[in-house]
């Protein structure tokens, strides 16, 4: 008995954890990728490659945070003064230190802004100059934007 115990125990670890992957494979072959209420369903099957078909098109990759705060710090220098978008750069580094990293860049690209907004008038763009991401702003104005 206790020989057969032991067969029957050996051979369900020998198949067990292959039932499960093969299982749990099979379980996620058809997943719905098409957003709720879409009325179009897409389907991922493990076994559609895209053989024979032409590449379907790809959704715009979505912009990095760093990348909107830009955009929308270029704005508000455009529509209000680089001062109002040098107190938003330092606010945003406050709220959000993950972009720290790109603060130097964004300031640099700010001061840049500034001298193209005020055409060429470099000592107008630095009277705006605030203590933000190390005087970036400041070697912005006196970069040529490039």
């Not at 719905?32 to 098109?57: C, H, I, T």
């Not at 270029?74 to 720290?100: F, I, K, V, W, Y």
């Amino acid at each position: 008995m206790n020989q057969l115990a032991s067969r029957l125990g050996k051979t369900l670890a020998f198949v067990l954890p292959f039932v499960l992957v093969t299982t749990g494979t099979l379980a996620v072959t058809r997943v719905s990728w098409a957003p709720a209420g879409s009325g179009e369903k897409q389907v991922l099957a493990a076994s559609s490659l895209n053989v024979g078909r032409a590449p379907a098109k790809q959704a715009p990759a979505k912009a990095a945070p760093q990348d909107l705060l830009r955009d929308r710090l270029l704005r508000t220098l455009r529509t209000e003064n680089p001062g109002a978008a040098l107190d938003a750069l330092a606010l945003a580094m406050q709220q959000q230190p993950s972009l720290t990293r790109y603060c130097t860049g964004i300031a640099r690209d700010l001061g840049q802004a500034a001298v193209r907004k005020y055409h060429g008038d470099v000592k107008r763009a630095q009277s705006f100059a605030r203590p933000v991401c190390d005087g970036s702003f400041a070697v912005g104005t006196l970069t040529p934007a490039g």
